[in-house]
């Protein structure tokens, strides 16, 4: 089966693109390299005849076109992802997020094929809760105008669904950590500010909670909703694993046998969400898939891996990226 990955060269699309592989399926990924991805994300894969890489834009209708007459499925990692840079930056999440998924979502509609698009969402979509875990039907409640683009684009692919009979499904997925993660998110950039010696920034008071997941066991979650998913349905992926950042920056030192003290507390960003929390009990009942990793252990992985491959994320790692108040500055 031959399907196409968007932001495949993205933290996300990058493991699952390695998955698909492994699993016997040729993969086309459409990606215009724009900042979170990495070239260097798939190295040694390019060889496999099994995949292809185009460099582009997913909101480029006549090429979006071409390559959907080609696939059976379309997996949609490609986004704007980095809440701060939305803060700063709107008008370019509206574009790929909404934008691109519309273009998909056109694409498919005017190819009269049966082609399945998985349209990969966020728990951000649902807004902060203090208290319970968000199930699918819940109101979508979005803070900042990342998770606004984002909910606005679930929308779309549903709408596609009910009113062209599009195959849509939508996934809506936790915090992800894991190999080949841009070294602005939280945890790789506490781990790589740790190794260089410099303080480490904590938002606020760190007591922001999020529900967090190994990418690898997000992956295996997408490849189900893919493989096994309802059309028109929607289902959150969650390993159920709730921290706020201050434990896991703590964690995060204690694996590096660094001390606290590195730890500062800066300035809150703008509208940062309280907590976000997910049931996945649909996804688990009717596809029964499962988490395989505890948060200790993959979090531990995932510290061995960045202290192992300054090769990847070195390039990436400049005074920026590694900023301690990023929605300040202009990108
Ligand atoms: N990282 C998380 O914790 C998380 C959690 C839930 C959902 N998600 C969703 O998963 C998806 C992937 O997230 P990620 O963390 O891997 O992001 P990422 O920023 O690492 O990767 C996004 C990829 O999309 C590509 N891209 C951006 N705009 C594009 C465009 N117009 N055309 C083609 N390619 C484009 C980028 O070059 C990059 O390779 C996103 O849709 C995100 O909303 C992420």
Not at 23 to 51: A, C, F, H, M, Q
Not at 56 to 83: M, R, Y
Not at 168 to 192: D, H, M, W, Y
Request: aromatic share 10%.
């Amino acid at each position: 089966m031959h399907i196409l990955v968007t932001g495949g060269l993205g933290f996300i699309g990058s493991n699952f693109i390695r998955l698909m592989l492994d699993s016997g399926y040729s993969v086309t990924n459409l990606d215009n390299l724009s900042y979170g991805s990495s070239i260097d994300s798939l190295r040694g894969v390019e060889p496999n005849p099994k995949y292809r890489l185009f460099r582009g834009d997913i909101c480029d209708a006549p090429l979006v076109e071409g390559l959907v007459k080609e696939v059976s499925c379309i997996v949609n990692f490609a986004a704007q992802t980095h809440v701060d840079r939305s803060i700063s930056d709107p008008m370019s999440f509206y574009r790929t997020n909404v934008g691109g998924v519309v273009t998909l979502l056109e694409a498919v509609r005017k190819s009269g094929r049966d082609v399945r698009l998985v349209q990969i969402g966020t728990d951000e979509s649902y807004g902060d809760t203090a208290k319970g875990s968000f199930r699918e039907a819940d109101r979508l409640s979005p803070s900042s105008p990342y998770s606004a683009s984002k909910a606005s684009a679930d929308l779309y692919a549903l709408s596609y669904r009910r009113t062209y009979g599009i195959d849509a499904v939508v996934t809506r997925c936790t915090n992800n950590f894991g190999p080949f993660q841009s070294p602005e998110k939280l945890i790789p950039k506490t781990i790589i500010r740790a190794e260089k010696g410099l303080k480490v920034p904590v938002y606020g008071t760190g007591s922001n909670v999020r529900d967090w997941i190994y990418v690898e066991d997000h992956c295996r979650a997408v490849k189900a909703v893919m493989e096994s998913g309802s059309p028109g349905e929607i289902y959150n992926i969650s390993a159920e694993s709730e921290l706020d950042n201050l434990t896991v920056i703590r964690k995060v030192l204690r694996m590096m046998s660094l001390p606290e003290t590195l730890i500062e507390f800066v300035e809150d960003r703008p509208g940062h969400d309280v907590r976000y929390s997910l049931d996945s009990g649909k996804l688990r009942a009717d596809l029964g898939w499962r988490p395989l990793h505890s948060f200790d252990d993959a979090l531990s992985s995932t510290v061995g891996w960045y202290l192992g491959n300054e090769w990847w994320w070195g390039p990436l790692a400049d005074e920026r990226t590694l900023s301690p108040a990023p929605w300040k500055l202009k990108w």
